[in-house]
């Protein structure tokens, strides 16, 4: 089975006072690891890369290494040279990565053959797997279904995180069968794994691990209504988190729980004060329905 399946986390990069939180950023990774996702990926763009350096990039996957212990690792890669990246996959390759996490190059809006020889050029070079990273909305250009599905035949094209917004060609993906088809809008889990996707790469999983692992476990086992009332459980979470820019209302939420601190870097701007309350309340009022149910299971209770 390919470790491109369940819940993935696409790992935020928590700052205090200008700099990386290494320590936060462990912790979190001891959490998650905890709490059974099957990975994480590092560098992708709820961990505010663009914001990075080079050595905090190198530094930020060193430090997610070192504390996963064994579960898998995919890197973040992105830009709109391709000799460039082609560097970058040369140094990933001497990593302890289990993949390559790769977006259409930004920007420039590259044609579909442009787009085939690019992502075909990185595989030719790499010896890890990669995930093509299909997410319009931040690149300016949509990987089109016949381009995936021509880079679907290069051995090393294994997976896709999938943003495309299109239910045609989420469905075409999977039927095809070649590319391991993970969600990478988080609105859009619940209905790609009904169609047979293979997990999710999800920011909203940053808070409530547990129950979206659970959701992809119950839906893996064909147990269809426990996986819907999971979802339709979190729905109210991920619709807020989802409703401000990434990474914002995720640090905001980890925050709240005293995870981090609530710090990006500019030009991003932290959550509003309305979604951050709003947010505080959704944590609150779960934390307190669990603390209820606890206490009522207890052998002491009645």
């Not at 993935?8 to 059974?36: C, E, M, N, Q």
């Not at 690149?139 to 381009?147: K, Q, S």
């Not at 070649?178 to 909203?204: E, H, K, P, W, Y």
Request: with cysteine; charged share 20%; proline share 5%.
């Amino acid at each position: 089975m390919s470790i491109f399946s369940g819940i993935w986390i696409p790992l935020v990069t928590p700052f205090s006072r200008g700099a990386v939180d290494h320590g936060a950023l462990a912790a979190l990774v001891d959490r998650y690891r905890k709490a059974g996702v099957a990975g994480f990926a590092a560098l992708g763009t709820t961990g505010e890369p663009a914001a990075l350096s080079l050595d905090e990039k190198d530094a930020v996957l060193d430090t997610i290494l070192r504390e996963a212990e064994g579960v898998p690792v995919i890197a973040g890669l992105a830009g709109n040279q391709t000799a460039q990246l082609q560097n970058r996959v040369r140094r990933m390759n001497e990593q302890p990565v289990s993949g390559l996490l790769i977006s259409a190059p930004y920007y420039i809006r590259p044609s579909q053959a442009g787009l085939v020889e690019h992502f075909e050029r990185l595989a030719d070079l790499s010896t890890k797997p990669i995930v093509l990273y299909d997410i319009p909305y931040r690149t300016g250009v949509r990987i089109e279904l016949d381009t995936l599905l021509t880079l679907a035949a290069h051995p090393r094209i294994m997976a896709i995180k999938d943003c495309s917004g299109s239910v045609d060609t989420t469905l075409a993906l999977i039927r095809d069968g070649r590319l391991q088809v993970l969600a990478g809008n988080d609105d859009a889990i619940f209905s790609t794994l009904c169609m047979g996707g293979s997990g999710a790469i999800s920011a909203s999983a940053h808070l409530r691990t547990e129950r979206f692992v659970a959701m992809h476990r119950a839906l893996a086992e064909g147990r269809l209504a426990d996986g819907r009332a999971i979802f339709h459980e979190l729905a109210p979470l991920v619709r807020a988190l989802t409703s401000e820019p990434n990474p914002a209302p995720v640090k905001a939420a980890l925050a709240a729980l005293g995870l981090i601190d609530n710090e990006l870097r500019a030009p991003m701007t932290r959550a509003s004060e309305a979604l951050t309350d709003q947010l505080a309340r959704l944590l609150s009022a779960k934390a307190s329905a669990t603390a209820s149910m606890t206490l009522a299971q207890s052998p002491s209770a009645g």
